[in-house]
């Protein structure tokens, strides 16, 4: 049986079997919760079907002409529009987006700006080098996980990360060394092995802890006899003994510490710290991988890379890239925008309320498959096919390897893909 | 009593997955929660049926609640969805999901519904 | 385990297993009875202990008892864990050696594997508790492994 490629979140795991009759899904094989989740939204109730307009304050069904021409008129009248989203949406249409931005002098970002841009610029400043996952199954003999929450975000990371067995380590879990660090039990505390680390920290002091470690990798014997925010010394020198004697370590890290601590940002210090222990150790090399959400947020970051030179806060003005101190969060705050275009995201529920409340008081043109708080409040709703389902295409991984999808079924209704309809609108646009 | 908030990802507690597969009903069971230590939750007088109201100077909003003893005392837990987005906010141009001072107090009060918030957001008939 | 404590740990093989560890899990599942240990009725210094594991046992002892493998289906999240350190899975079904999904229709002799979202117990006849002998028989690495603690291994 074929297996293909699952969109749920970043892991795309390619390994999932699916049967169908060529109609509808009758079984998926191999899929966590939230692979299955994307494949249950082929048939569920939420699902969009019909272009949407709001009329005399009420969202009611209309054709795609009637649609598409609302949304070439909102854009027409606006001089300063916004384009947001993106990371749930294939390499082909997001090439499109930016296209369509350049021609409308828009300003363009993806959610990777909020979530895993700023680490990989970061990551290029202190050159520290990123790793993909199967390099990690094959050669990997310590996993660090800090400020990530593996088992509810990404359910099979652990599964292929930890225990299985690669081309070098062959015994899996026995020689691979887990080290968790998490002011919360999470779920992950439960696969500790007799050999393995568990540090409980106490919440808001992970800068605390960092600098304590950098401190002790130049001087030896700094480490206060009663710990560091919450942690003994006997479990300090242990972490750091694990990170300087590994051959080929791996750290992986999440939401937990990207927020700012104090004056600094911890993933810098994070970064400068494992850039410290390489430097001093003659063997071995730790990497770096940054867990993602949705399932193409590395795409935007390398088409934009390729295209523009930038990877975030694209600004376009008579068809050139311009100079921008602004990224999608100050543009917002500061009202700097009369319309948005929201392509696969849902920024009204994820976006603090005072945001939401700025960018829903200017026109919003939705484009998703399915109904969100956004779809509901927007002005214009186009719907689109299923990336992984119903189109293909190239998406990126999380460590950042190119990752062919498969088409299996048709859409309904004969809907566009995203990159269909970004070229329609472009169309029309260069017409009238 | 002060706590400080932190907003995570929960696999049964999805945003995504209510919008795409759940309805109004069962967003509201799902999200509309927030999750604490049993010793905070008896110093704050709470039964299974009371709500907690939550406020700071950003927001509020009133949710539901359940215990659970992997969390550190003084810390609450909700997922990340529309209702604890009414307590987040904008620092020096980044959005801060975690680690926000938070006023948390009983109430029977009925817990905030979609709604509203979506009409504290956009006037929509 | 628990009946272990009691027994007297010398494993003289006087009831005819290897060890104290294999009687007392044959003790479990109501294979054999407290008194077919031979030095809990020669010796006297066994006699509180042969007391004691009598009371705890009751009238459970001696009644056959079969393994029980339970996935909870709200626990669990999909992640494949069990699907990959089962030793059964390991060497029937190669895709499972490197995390990936085993393949499609199952073998006969796989153990687990992930379906809708959730994984499943497809059938126990060849689970190593069963079938091996001596320490691979007290194999719990699904239960021991599994993050949300969905896996409940039981004998009922």
């Keep these: 049986m074929e297996r293909i490629p699952c969109t749920g979140c970043s892991l795309l795991c390619d390994d999932i079997i699916v049967r169908s009759d060529g109609l509808f899904i009758d079984e998926v094989i191999g899929a966590c919760l939230k692979g299955k989740e994307r494949f249950d939204q082929l048939t569920s109730n939420n699902r969009l079907l019909n272009p949407m307009i709001r009329e005399n304050g009420v969202l009611e069904k209309s054709s795609w002409e009637d649609a598409l021409n609302k949304t070439i008129n909102i854009i027409k009248n606006s001089s300063n529009p916004l384009l947001y989203g993106f990371s749930n949406v294939n390499c082909e249409a997001q090439l499109k987006a930016i296209e369509l931005a350049r021609k409308i002098d828009g300003f363009i970002d993806s959610n990777s700006t909020i979530c895993q841009g700023k680490v990989l610029n970061m990551a290029k400043d202190t050159g520290i080098t990123l790793t993909t996952i199967t390099e990690v199954i094959n050669k990997a003999d310590l996993i660090v996980l800090w400020g990530a929450n593996a088992a509810e975000s990404i359910p099979r990371l652990l599964n292929k990360v930890l225990f299985s067995r690669g081309k070098f380590r062959m015994t899996g879990r026995e020689i691979k060394t887990l080290i968790i660090i998490d002011p919360v039990k999470i779920a992950s505390f439960n696969v500790m092995g007799v050999r393995d680390l568990a540090l409980q920290i106490q919440p808001n002091k992970d800068l605390e802890l960092i600098r304590m470690l950098k401190e002790e990798c130049c001087v030896a014997d700094s480490i206060p006899s009663e710990g560091v925010a919450g942690i003994d010394n006997y479990d300090l020198k242990r972490l750091l003994l694990h990170l300087s004697e590994a051959e080929n370590g791996v750290v992986i890290v999440g939401q937990g510490i990207l927020q700012p601590q104090s004056e600094s940002t911890i993933i810098r210090e994070l970064l400068e710290l494992i850039q410290m222990i390489n430097l001093k150790q003659q063997k071995g090399r730790i990497s770096f991988i940054m867990m993602g959400g949705h399932f193409n947020m590395a795409g935007f970051d390398h088409i934009a890379l390729s295209t523009c030179g930038k990877n975030e806060n694209l600004k376009f003005k008579n068809n050139e890239l311009v100079e921008s101190n602004d990224n999608i969060v100050s543009k917002i705050n500061k009202e700097d925008f009369d319309c948005s275009i929201i392509v696969g995201t849902d920024p009204i529920s994820h976006l603090p309320h005072n945001l939401s409340q700025k960018l829903a008081s200017k026109p919003i043109i939705a484009i998703d498959n399915r109904k969100s708080a956004t779809t509901l409040i927007a002005d214009v709703v186009l719907p689109t096919a299923i990336t992984g389902i119903e189109t293909g295409g190239i998406v990126y991984r999380l460590d950042h390897v190119p990752i062919e999808l498969k088409t299996i079924l048709k859409p309904p209704n004969n809907l566009p893909s995203d990159e269909d309809l970004l070229n329609q609108i472009l169309d029309k646009l260069n017409k009238t | 009593m002060e706590m400080i908030l932190n907003t995570v990802r929960m696999v049964d507690h999805d945003q995504a997955r209510e919008h795409a597969l759940g309805d109004e009903k069962s967003l509201e069971q799902n999200l509309a929660i927030g999750i604490l230590n049993p010793s905070d939750f008896k110093k704050l007088n709470l039964t299974r049926s009371l709500h907690i109201n939550l406020s700071n100077k950003n927001g509020q909003v009133i949710v539901a609640t359940k215990e659970d003893e992997n969390i550190p005392q003084g810390t609450l837990l909700m997922p990340v969805s529309i209702w604890s987005n009414q307590l987040t906010n904008v620092e020096n141009d980044e959005i801060t999901y975690k680690n926000i001072p938070v006023n948390v107090e009983a109430t029977r009060d009925p817990i905030t519904t979609y709604k509203d918030l979506l009409n504290s957001i956009k006037n929509i008939k | ?156």
């Design chain 3, 1 to 156: 385990m628990e009946l272990y404590k009691y027994l007297p740990k010398t494993n003289c093989k006087k009831c005819g297993k290897p060890t104290c560890m294999a009687f007392a899990l044959d003790l479990l599942q109501g294979k054999v009875k407290v008194d077919d240990c031979t030095p809990f009725l020669e010796e006297a210094k066994y006699k509180k202990q042969y007391n004691e594991l009598k009371q705890l046992l009751g009238a459970e002892e001696g009644k056959k008892k079969e393994l029980r493998i339970d996935v909870d289906e709200e626990l669990c999240d999909g992640c494949g864990i069990c699907v990959t350190v089962c030793p059964v899975n390991a060497r029937y079904c190669p895709p499972t050696l490197s995390g990936k999904a085993p393949d499609y229709p199952p073998e006969k002799h796989q153990l687990f594997q992930i379906k809708a979202g959730k994984c499943e117990l497809l059938n126990i006849k060849h689970c190593r508790r069963l079938e091996a002998e001596g320490r691979e028989r007290e194999c719990r690495v699904c239960e021991t492994y599994c993050p949300r603690k969905a896996v409940k291994i039981d004998y009922v």
